[in-house]
């Protein structure tokens, strides 16, 4: 099974949104995203979408934009974004989401040799972003990841390979120079190293934001955005298991 990931995709079928204002790589993406998606994922791959999927402010908006996530090759995993304000409880998402897609947020699923943990992450201390009012939220969410991960090492097989998706970066550069020795670190990264996590994806960087981007193995974990504008609108190939 391939595994791909495509972030931030930022649809709006429902709602006056365009994004080609924050650039020309964002004239009609949605159809560069569909493109590129079936040029590159077939039905028997798996495909993460790490949050901000759709600028819809109910999940009856955001209907149009799962629908064309749903038509397009491959089973879908899709977490919450800070812009994904249509997001009800998770509940709710999946009972009306369409077959392909399956929401999974603060929790986990397995697929054959993958288990998959999903959280929405946020801002941390040190980061270019955070503010001290963050805390309340990078703590909750802190706990949010461990209880997912506790969770999924109760049932999980030892040789499973463990990833978590989340839409926020748990790392940073802020010199911006995609440099690891830079980088700043969230309590995300121990925690996730602590469980044994072998990859992390993320997305939720744009524009100038994508200079603080690190990827790449950093320790005992491999790190890779999936931002629609960091992997030019088309699914990236994360892992093959």
């Known amino acids: 099974m391939r595994v791909f990931a495509l972030g931030d995709a930022h649809l709006g079928f429902a709602v006056n949104k365009p994004m080609d204002v924050f650039g020309p790589q964002w004239i009609d993406h949605p159809q560069t995203i569909a493109r590129s998606w079936r040029e590159t994922v077939t039905d028997e791959d798996l495909v993460l979408l790490p949050g ?77 972003d955070y503010d001290p009012a963050d805390e309340r939220i990078y703590l909750r969410e802190l706990g949010r990841l461990d209880l997912a991960l506790k969770n999924l090492e109760e049932r999980t097989a030892r040789d499973s390979h463990i990833l978590v998706m989340m839409h926020y970066p748990p790392l940073l550069d802020p010199t911006g120079t995609h440099n690891p020795g830079a980088a700043v670190s969230s309590e995300f990264v121990s925690r996730m190293a602590a469980s044994g996590v072998a990859t992390c994806v993320f997305a939720h960087v744009h524009g100038p934001s994508l200079s603080q981007v690190v990827e790449g193995r950093i320790g005992s974990i491999r790190y890779v955005c999936a931002s629609a504008d960091w992997i030019n609108m088309s699914p990236r190939l994360i892992l093959e298991i």
Do not use: Y
Not at 102 to 115: F, Q
């Open 52 to 128: 901000d999927l759709t600028w819809a402010r109910k999940l009856s908006e955001a209907l149009p934009d799962l629908e064309f996530l749903d038509r397009l090759p491959g089973r879908k995993l899709m977490t919450k974004g800070n812009h994904d304000q249509w997001w009800d409880t998770t509940q709710k998402v999946a009972r009306l989401c369409p077959p392909h897609l399956t929401p999974i947020l603060n929790g986990s699923t397995t697929v054959g040799d993958l288990a998959v943990v999903a959280v929405r992450g946020w801002d941390f201390p040190g980061s270019p």
